[in-house]
Structures are given as structure tokens and as C-alpha cells.
């Protein structure tokens, strides 16, 4: 399994709404619930009408179009990072999944999943 770097800091977030939201920007993602409206952007992107933010996240993306056939592949990478104390958020796609470690625990994420059998590449 190969997992690709994005090269972009990441801020994880709640808005009012998505009136400000650069719904065309690059690597923009939504949720809207009875509760929130959530947002994770490149840091430069956050908009002014933002909550709550927590910045410094860097996202691996696996690599490839996942079948939804396929069993296990986030439970495999979140197991290896959590055992080795490496917190995640998740954003999945349709075509794949984007797995986001604070900016600090990077070279780590990195470290162990290639120890586990992972392909990380910039």
C-alpha cells in the first residue's frame, strides 16, 4: 500500500457556514450535520467566519481509486499509528482516503508505518 505526502499544511475546523468557504480550492473538505459545520483546508484557505481551528495537521493520501469491496486498509493504518500513540483525523473520499497527523508527529507516522510494510513517498 503506497500513501503519498501532501505538500500543504492542513487546519482542521468549524465555520458558522460555507458562505467563505473557496469550495474550488485545492484540498477542500465539508460536513454539515444537525450540530456543525466542519471544514479541513490548507491553513492559508481557513475563511473569517471560522469557530474553531486547530492548525499544524499534514495529510498522507493512499494512493490509488479504493474499491469499496476493500476491508480493513484504515483500520490497518490507524492500528499501526495508534499503537505507536500517533492521533489521526480521517477524510474519506470517493475515490480514496486522507489520513492527517499533526505537523510534530509526522516523521513518525512516517517511521512506522514504512516499518510496518507501507510505502510513503513525498
Given at each position: 500500500?503506497?500513501?503519498?505526502?501532501i505538500?500543504?499544511n492542513f487546519?482542521?475546523?468549524?465555520?458558522?457556514?460555507?458562505?467563505?468557504?473557496?469550495?474550488g480550492a485545492?484540498?477542500?473538505?465539508?460536513?454539515?450535520?444537525?450540530e456543525e459545520?466542519?471544514?479541513?483546508?490548507?491553513?492559508?484557505?481557513?475563511?473569517?467566519n471560522?469557530t474553531t481551528?486547530d492548525d499544524?495537521?499534514?495529510?498522507?493520501?493512499?494512493?490509488?481509486?479504493l474499491?469499496?469491496?476493500l476491508?480493513g486498509?484504515?483500520?490497518?493504518?490507524?492500528a499501526?499509528l495508534?499503537?505507536n500513540?500517533?492521533?489521526?483525523?480521517v477524510?474519506s473520499t470517493?475515490?480514496?482516503?486522507?489520513?492527517?497527523v499533526?505537523?510534530?508527529?509526522?516523521?513518525?507516522?512516517v517511521?512506522?508505518?514504512k516499518?510496518?510494510g507501507?510505502?510513503?513517498?513525498?
Amino acid at each position: 500500500m503506497e500513501l503519498k505526502i501532501i505538500d500543504k499544511n492542513f487546519s482542521i475546523c468549524k465555520v458558522t457556514d460555507f458562505s467563505q468557504t473557496d469550495l474550488g480550492a485545492e484540498f477542500c473538505f465539508t460536513a454539515r450535520t444537525d450540530e456543525e459545520c466542519s471544514l479541513v483546508c490548507p491553513v492559508e484557505n481557513v475563511p473569517s467566519n471560522v469557530t474553531t481551528r486547530d492548525d499544524n495537521w499534514k495529510a498522507l493520501r493512499i494512493q490509488g481509486v479504493l474499491d469499496f469491496s476493500l476491508i480493513g486498509i484504515l483500520s490497518g493504518i490507524s492500528a499501526v499509528l495508534a499503537e505507536n500513540k500517533i492521533g489521526i483525523f480521517v477524510v474519506s473520499t470517493y475515490n480514496t482516503d486522507y489520513i492527517l497527523v499533526k505537523e510534530s508527529n509526522l516523521v513518525a507516522a512516517v517511521d512506522t508505518l514504512k516499518e510496518n510494510g507501507y510505502t510513503v513517498i513525498s
